[in-house]
């Protein structure tokens, strides 16, 4: 069982900078793919960024390549997402997700899920 904790969340100004943690409980962490994904108000969860469990692959969506990075550290037992240039229409809850998979970027293949944080991007 796996159970994750989002931090960082909050207010800013657009083209500002925030940092997500997220923060897995169990000793398994370094063995699972980790990511990111994210609901606007009155849309779907949009998947935004995954990373391998050694930290060497990575992946984003289109709409935050660029301006979105995916890091984790399995010493401290935590994962991070470093948003710059943000937008208005980043804002959303911010999830924390892990995964058995190799690099899974969908998600209905993470099996766990934190409760998420909220990120408020004002123009």
């Known amino acids: 069982q796996v159970q994750l904790v989002e931090s960082g969340g909050g207010l800013v100004q657009a083209g500002g900078s925030l940092r997500l943690s997220c923060a897995p409980s169990?000793?398994?962490?370094?063995?699972?793919?980790m990511g990111w994904s994210r609901q606007a108000p009155g849309k779907e969860r949009e998947f935004v960024a995954a990373?391998?469990?050694?930290?060497?692959?990575?992946y984003y969506a289109v709409s935050v390549k660029g301006r979105f990075t995916i890091s984790r550290d399995n010493a401290k037992n935590t994962v991070y997402l470093q948003m710059n240039s943000l937008k208005p229409e980043d804002t959303a809850v911010y999830y924390c997700?892990?995964?058995?998979?190799?690099?899974?970027?969908?998600?209905?293949?993470?099996?766990?899920w934190g409760q998420g944080t909220r990120v408020t991007v004002s123009s």
């Open positions: 169990g000793r398994t962490f370094s063995t699972y793919a």
């Open positions: 997700g892990a995964s058995a998979g190799v690099l899974p970027n969908r998600i209905s293949e993470y099996g766990y």
């Open positions: 990373i391998n469990w050694s930290g060497r692959s990575t």
